[in-house]
Structure formats: structure tokens, C-alpha cells
């Protein structure tokens, strides 16, 4: 049972690079969001998605694009990275409303 | 706007001293509270939710209990893998996002 995996895991890039981050669920879940996680901040949604092809912003969702072609993947991409948008990014999945979200193990980016 | 303030920021325990996390919340209409512990370089592992005022579930020595404002971590004669940061999440109604908190950090001492 695989659940939600995160690629990479570890990323270093640099400032106006576009960098994507995979996010891969088993479970054939409906919903799937993208969180970052910063000291001071704790969780804080970027986007999400109830469905395939069907996306929709969270509070943080400037400089983030997404896109949801099939049930299983949520990439998320930065188009022009930049220092603030260093952090660590989990993706996370449920079957739906009330249910369980289950979280992947991060994906921690830095930008320098 | 939808709130959610853990308290205490971080808290540091003697193993076998019971104490309890606290989490308050603002919430047009809760869905769902959700307990999470979250280790170092891990991601939040799922613990409890609680859907109504009054309801209270237990897991070996956590139990999680419900009120319409907050709710309470309390954790029974600690050991030390206890330790890590607990975050508290609310859903509201007719959306499927969580909003969290903060997070508690717990450190039990042997």
C-alpha cells in the first residue's frame, strides 16, 4: 500500500527557475491538496483539487500553478521560483468531505 | 475568517506526567476536528476526528475531546515517543480543506 508519494524530495534550485514538485496517490482518492509549511505559519493550503480537472486556489496561491489531468497526480509547479517560496510542501489526499486526509512525507525545496 | 490557536506553543513533560494540549477554534460551521502528530522530517500522521460537541475518542494514551469552542489533546503517563508536534485542524462546513494550528511542540524527558 503506497499511499501518497512525494518527488523529489529534497530539491536545491535557483531564483527564476521553474521547478515542479509530483505528488502520486494509490488510493484513487477525490480530493487532493497542496499545503506549505514554514516555521511561525504552520499549514497553509496552496491549492486544491476535488476531482480531475477541477482546481481551485487556497490562501497562498501566488506564484503556484497546478493542474490535475488524471485522479491519481496533483503536480504542483513554481514558474519562477523565488527565496520566499522556500519550505517545505506536502501534498495530501482524501476520499472526501468528513473523511480522513492523509498527508505524503514533504518535499523540501530550497531557493537560493 | 475561519481560526484555529493551539496553546501551548511548546510544552516539556516529565515521562508519566499527564498533561493536555488545548486547541480553540472559530469556525462558521464545523465539519470536522482533526488531531495530527507530526514527527521531525515526516509528514502530519492522522490521530482522531471529532465531529460534535461532546464526543471523545481515545487512542493507547491520547484521548481527544470536543467542545463548541475547543478541544483538548490529553496525553496519560507520557513516555518519551510521545514526543513530537501535535497539529490541530478544523473542516468547515461545505468546503473539504483544513484550516490548522500552529502546532504544539511536546518533549517527554525520562
Known amino acids: 500500500d503506497a499511499g501518497i508519494t512525494q518527488s523529489p524530495r529534497y530539491k536545491i534550485t535557483e531564483t527564476g527557475r521553474q521547478v515542479t514538485l509530483m505528488c502520486h496517490q494509490t488510493?484513487?482518492?477525490?480530493?487532493m491538496f497542496w499545503y506549505r509549511q514554514d516555521l511561525g505559519h504552520g499549514l497553509r493550503l496552496i491549492y486544491y483539487?476535488?476531482?480531475?480537472?477541477?482546481?481551485d486556489k487556497g490562501e497562498v496561491p501566488d506564484g503556484y500553478v497546478v493542474s490535475r489531468s488524471k485522479t491519481e497526480n496533483f503536480p504542483l509547479t513554481l514558474e519562477s521560483a523565488t527565496r520566499s517560496q522556500t519550505s517545505v510542501y506536502f501534498c495530501?489526499?482524501?476520499?472526501?468531505?468528513?473523511?480522513?486526509?492523509?498527508f505524503g512525507e514533504g518535499s523540501w525545496l530550497t531557493v537560493v | 475568517e475561519d481560526q484555529v490557536t493551539q496553546s501551548p506553543e511548546a510544552l516539556r513533560l516529565q515521562e508519566g506526567e499527564s498533561s493536555s494540549l488545548n486547541c480553540s477554534y472559530t469556525?462558521?460551521?464545523?465539519?470536522?476536528l482533526f488531531w495530527y502528530r507530526q514527527d521531525p522530517g515526516k509528514g502530519p500522521e492522522f490521530l482522531f476526528t471529532?465531529?460534535?460537541a461532546g464526543e471523545e475518542k481515545e487512542k493507547e494514551r491520547l484521548k481527544a475531546t470536543l467542545t463548541k469552542k475547543e478541544s483538548f489533546l490529553h496525553i496519560t503517563a507520557p513516555k518519551p515517543e510521545d514526543s513530537a508536534t501535535y497539529l490541530c485542524?478544523?473542516?468547515?462546513?461545505?468546503?473539504?480543506?483544513?484550516?490548522f494550528g500552529a502546532g504544539t511542540r511536546l518533549a517527554v524527558h525520562p
Open positions: 483539487s476535488a476531482a480531475a480537472d477541477i482546481t
Open positions: 488510493w484513487s482518492h477525490s480530493y
Open positions: 495530501a489526499s482524501t476520499q472526501g468531505p468528513g473523511n480522513t486526509i492523509y
Open positions: 469556525v462558521s460551521g464545523l465539519r470536522g
Open positions: 485542524a478544523v473542516q468547515e462546513r461545505g468546503y473539504n480543506k483544513l484550516i
Open positions: 471529532l465531529y460534535s
